[in-house]
C-alpha cells in the first residue's frame, strides 16, 4: 500500500499570508495525486487533480506542484474561508488518502 | 448540479450487516464510477469500493472479504458491510469518481454509522 504523509500536521497562519503543504509517497506515483479541502460536517472538496490542474470552479489562489514522491499544496494568500483540513490522495495504486494538515487562524 | 444523498440506520450492532444507499439526483449512474469512502478519528479517510454501471467493481482489499458495493437502479447505488465492528464506526460518503482510478469530485454530505450493542 502506498502510504501519503503529509506536514505539517497544523499550521498556523493569518488571512493573506502564504500557506505550503507537504505530501510525500512512500514510492514514486508519478503525478497522480489530488489534494482536498474540508470544513468541519462538510465533506472534502475536491481541489487539484493530476497534481497540479485545478478542478472547476477553484481559485487561482490554489495551486499544486510536485511529481514523483514529493508533493505541495500552496495557497497563495489566505482568505477566511480558506482555514480548513487539507488531504492528499494519490491514485497510482489502488486510492489512499494522507492523514491531513490542518491551516488553522493565527 | 449532481447531488448525492446518503441513507440507512445510523446505529448497527456488533457481528452484523451495515447496509447504506445513495441517491443519486441531477444526473444518472449510467456514466462514471461510483464510490464508497468512509472517515474515522482513527484511520482518517480510507476509500472502500468503486462501481461501473456497466459492471466491474473494485474494493480496498483491506475490506473486500467483507464489502459488497453495487447498483440498485438508475439513480442509487449500495454498500454492505458484513460482520462488523467497533472499527468501522465512521462517517460513510457516497461519491462520484471521474474514472476507475481516480479522484472524487462529487460528494455526499455523508452520514455517520455507528456499531455499538
Known amino acids: 500500500e502506498i502510504v501519503l504523509t503529509q506536514s505539517p500536521a497544523t499550521l498556523s497562519l493569518s488571512p493573506g499570508e502564504r500557506a505550503t503543504l507537504s505530501c510525500r509517497a512512500s514510492?514514486?506515483?508519478?503525478?497522480?495525486l489530488a489534494w482536498y479541502q474540508q470544513k468541519p460536517g462538510q465533506a472534502p472538496r475536491l481541489l487539484i487533480y493530476?497534481?497540479?490542474t485545478r478542478a472547476t470552479g477553484i481559485p487561482a489562489r490554489f495551486s499544486g506542484s510536485g511529481f514523483g514522491t514529493d508533493f505541495t499544496l500552496t495557497i497563495s494568500r489566505l482568505e477566511p474561508e480558506d482555514f480548513a483540513v487539507y488531504y492528499c490522495q494519490q491514485r497510482y495504486n489502488l486510492l489512499t488518502f494522507g492523514g491531513g494538515s490542518k491551516v488553522e487562524i493565527k | 448540479q449532481l447531488q448525492l444523498q446518503e441513507s440507512g440506520p445510523g446505529l448497527v450492532k456488533p457481528s452484523e450487516t451495515l447496509s447504506l444507499r445513495c441517491t443519486v439526483s441531477?444526473?444518472?449512474?449510467?456514466?462514471?464510477?461510483w464510490s464508497w469512502i468512509r472517515q474515522s478519528p482513527g484511520k482518517g479517510l480510507e476509500w472502500i469500493a468503486n462501481?461501473?454501471?456497466?459492471?466491474?467493481t473494485y474494493y480496498n482489499p483491506s475490506l473486500k472479504s467483507r464489502v459488497t458495493i453495487s447498483v440498485d437502479s438508475s439513480n442509487q447505488f449500495s454498500l454492505e458491510v458484513r460482520s462488523v465492528t467497533a472499527a468501522d464506526t465512521a462517517v460513510y460518503f457516497c461519491?462520484?469518481?471521474?474514472?476507475?482510478?481516480?479522484?472524487?469530485?462529487?460528494w455526499g454530505q455523508g452520514m455517520l454509522v455507528s456499531v455499538s450493542s
Open positions: 514510492q514514486n506515483i508519478d503525478n497522480n
Open positions: 441531477g444526473g444518472s449512474i449510467n456514466t462514471h464510477y
Open positions: 493530476d497534481a497540479s
Open positions: 461519491a462520484r469518481a471521474t474514472g476507475r482510478w481516480r479522484e472524487f469530485e462529487y
Open positions: 462501481i461501473y454501471y456497466a459492471g466491474g
